[in-house]
């Protein structure tokens, strides 16, 4: 696949379709630009290689009709913000007018387009509609990793009409490079830390990852099934019962091909699901009754610290308890604190998708980690084995 910097940019229009959907507030503000920054370094290169830049992207769900409270147009304060560059703004993403003003286009300007998904066709991907698109450009970059997994008009389709001027950006590349340390060129010992709510959820993950570990972690609310399945008692605690089965097929593959699998050994409980809860600590297979384990416990946390710590390649997907209630956090920050050190012994560590990414943010440890991934479903898929239109579309 190519990138950018195996193109000719010069003088070039360059169409590329990043990722924007970022939350506003009700006053249209971007309360979270973590996906307009990750950009920044795209659209620089591609001026700094003489390319005119033309972006391209969806907000939101609208319904495939104008929204103003999904317009692009809130965007571009910020995006002139954090580019130092003036940004145009064209008020539709098709059409002869927005053809002229990628024409027009001077050096140190950018043109950002309206929502994508202001037309049904781009999500259908419709091939007419792709087309028109590509009229916006004379080359095609895609750097929206995040939909990558979607064969959307704007992600995919369009990739067809730029047969011999199609690449990477800048944060596709970084996505497949580093999912490519975890899942091809990988320094053994190798750990998955998989939690978050529910095993069926995470069967695709489990079953890919599992012929390429030396070790499993389980935690967060799917390993009470998994406690279960073995027999345990797991009070209120959350389970599906219809994934016994697979919980302990999933067991039993990892005993054959000689991944030690860690579930956890104690828990931290409450009496309801909440902050305010009473907690209390039994063995992970001995909760009472009227109780339901919020978190790993205490024993579990000492037994993971030396697995985590001496691992090279870590991917962690899912968080270890309900981090987002602070009493029922300390698993799931512990554990981020582990691959700290694993990364500062020189272990490589991706956390992706899933809730770990928002709690590496909310504990603000993003730079402790090697890498942590933009893309929610569509790093999913990627590490579920799936081939992503996205990414096939460059080939
Ligand atoms: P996922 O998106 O699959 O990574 O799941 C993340 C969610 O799982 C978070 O919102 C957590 O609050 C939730 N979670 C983690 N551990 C538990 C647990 N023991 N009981 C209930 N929910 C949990």
Same mark, same amino acid.
């Given at each position: 696949?190519?990138?950018?910097?195996?193109?000719?940019?010069?003088?070039?229009?360059?169409?590329?379709?990043?990722?924007?959907?970022?939350?506003?507030?009700?006053? %249209?503000?971007?309360?979270?630009?973590?996906?307009?920054?990750?950009?920044?370094?795209?659209?620089?290169?591609?001026?700094?290689?003489?390319?005119?830049?033309?972006?391209?992207?969806?907000?939101?769900? @609208?319904?495939?009709?104008?929204? @103003?409270?999904?317009?692009?147009?809130?965007?571009?304060?910020?995006?002139?913000?954090?580019?130092?560059?003036?940004?145009?703004?064209?008020?539709?993403?098709?059409?002869?007018?927005?053809?002229?003003?990628?024409?027009?286009?001077? =050096?140190?300007?950018?043109?950002?387009?309206?929502?994508?998904?202001?037309?049904?066709?781009?999500?259908?991907?419709?091939?007419?509609?792709?087309?028109?698109?590509?009229?916006?450009?004379?080359?095609?970059?895609?750097?929206? %990793?995040?939909?990558?997994?979607?064969?959307?008009?704007?992600?995919?389709?369009?990739?067809?009409?730029?047969?011999?001027?199609?690449?990477?950006?800048?944060?596709?590349?970084? *996505?497949?490079?580093?999912?490519?340390?975890?899942?091809?060129?990988?320094?053994?010992?190798?750990?998955?830390?998989?939690?978050?709510?529910?095993?069926?959820?995470?069967?695709?993950?489990?079953?890919?990852?599992?012929?390429?570990?030396?070790?499993?972690?389980?935690?967060?609310?799917?390993?009470?099934?998994?406690?279960?399945?073995?027999?345990?008692?797991?009070?209120?605690?959350?389970?599906?019962?219809?994934?016994? *089965?697979?919980?302990?097929?999933?067991?039993?593959?990892?005993? *054959?091909? =000689?991944?030690?699998?860690?579930?956890?050994?104690?828990?931290?409980?409450?009496?309801?699901?909440?902050?305010?809860?009473?907690?209390?600590?039994? @063995?992970?297979? *001995?909760?009472?009754?009227?109780?339901?384990?919020?978190?790993?416990?205490?024993?579990?946390?000492?037994?993971?610290?030396?697995?985590?710590?001496?691992?090279?390649?870590?991917?962690?997907?899912?968080?270890?308890?309900? %981090?987002?209630?602070?009493?029922?956090?300390?698993?799931?920050?512990?554990?981020?604190?582990?691959?700290?050190?694993?990364?500062?012994?020189?272990?490589?560590?991706?956390?992706?998708?899933?809730?770990?990414?928002?709690?590496?943010?909310?504990?603000?440890?993003?730079?402790?980690?090697?890498?942590?991934?933009?893309?929610?479903?569509?790093?999913?898929?990627?590490?579920?084995?799936?081939?992503? @239109?996205?990414?096939?579309?460059?080939?």
């Amino acid at each position: 696949m190519k990138t950018i910097s195996d193109l000719n940019l010069k003088d070039q229009r360059v169409l590329v379709r990043v990722d924007f959907n970022v939350p506003l507030s009700d006053q %249209f503000q971007v309360t979270d630009d973590t996906r307009i920054r990750a950009t920044i370094p795209t659209i620089h290169a591609i001026m700094n290689a003489g390319g005119r830049v033309i972006l391209m992207s969806h907000l939101g769900r @609208p319904k495939g009709k104008p929204d @103003p409270s999904m317009s692009l147009k809130h965007i571009v304060a910020k995006l002139e913000e954090l580019s130092g560059k003036k940004v145009l703004f064209a008020e539709d993403c098709v059409g002869e007018q927005v053809v002229e003003m990628s024409k027009n286009l001077k =050096n140190n300007e950018i043109l950002l387009l309206e929502n994508l998904r202001f037309y049904d066709e781009e999500t259908n991907g419709d091939r007419a509609f792709a087309e028109q698109l590509s009229r916006n450009g004379d080359i095609y970059i895609n750097d929206a %990793f995040g939909t990558a997994h979607r064969a959307h008009a704007s992600t995919a389709i369009i990739a067809d009409f730029f047969p011999d001027s199609k690449a990477a950006g800048l944060v596709m590349a970084a *996505e497949i490079d580093n999912v490519g340390k975890v899942l091809r060129e990988q320094q053994h010992p190798v750990t998955a830390i998989v939690g978050g709510a529910k095993v069926s959820s995470k069967i695709d993950i489990l079953q890919n990852l599992i012929p390429k570990l030396d070790h499993l972690i389980i935690g967060g609310g799917m390993a009470y099934t998994f406690i279960k399945a073995q027999g345990g008692n797991i009070g209120k605690s959350l389970v599906e019962d219809d994934y016994l *089965e697979t919980a302990r097929n999933i067991l039993s593959s990892a005993k *054959e091909l =000689n991944v030690q699998v860690h579930l956890p050994v104690d828990s931290m409980n409450s009496d309801s699901f909440s902050n305010e809860g009473e907690r209390s600590v039994s @063995p992970a297979g *001995e909760i009472g009754e009227q109780l339901m384990g919020l978190d790993v416990g205490p024993k579990t946390l000492e037994k993971l610290r030396t697995v985590i710590e001496s691992s090279k390649t870590i991917l962690w997907n899912g968080p270890m308890g309900v %981090f987002e209630f602070s009493n029922f956090e300390t698993g799931t920050r512990t554990v981020a604190h582990y691959i700290a050190q694993a990364t500062d012994n020189g272990g490589f560590s991706l956390v992706g998708g899933g809730d770990s990414v928002a709690a590496v943010k909310k504990f603000d440890m993003q730079d402790q980690v090697s890498y942590v991934s933009t893309g929610g479903g569509a790093m999913l898929e990627y590490l579920e084995g799936k081939e992503l @239109p996205g990414i096939k579309a460059l080939d």
